[in-house]
């Protein structure tokens, strides 16, 4: 849910409440407030920042998708996996299409060739 309220601003940079407002998916039928809430607790947690501007808020992502996306990934892998990462990625790769798993392999050896370079510097 709090990534409905991330979304926009990783997007479109900077907004204030009822810009955000406007851009959560209209499924979840938040009411106005519910977003403030939100994003007040967002604030408090260090996931936003915000400028006042007169009786405003202009509230933007204190970290960029990757980075949240890189914590969150690494937060439940430690939860369900105990943090090993073949098990995750095996349950993972069960589940994806062929096409998925060719695109994975492709990213995986682009990674593994870049590793390689940068320990190449060392």
Known sequence: MEWDILKPLW???PMAARDVYQHVPRERQWAYKTV???LARLVKKGALTYDQIGNS???RAAY?????TRAATG???QRVFDGAMQPFLAHFAEHVSEDELKALRTELARMNRQKRRRGKTR
């Open 64 to 68: 960029t998708r990757d980075e949240m």
């Open 57 to 59: 808020y202009l509230y």
């Open 75 to 77: 937060s439940f892998v």
């Open 36 to 38: 403030k809430t939100m």
């Open 11 to 13: 997007e479109r940079g």
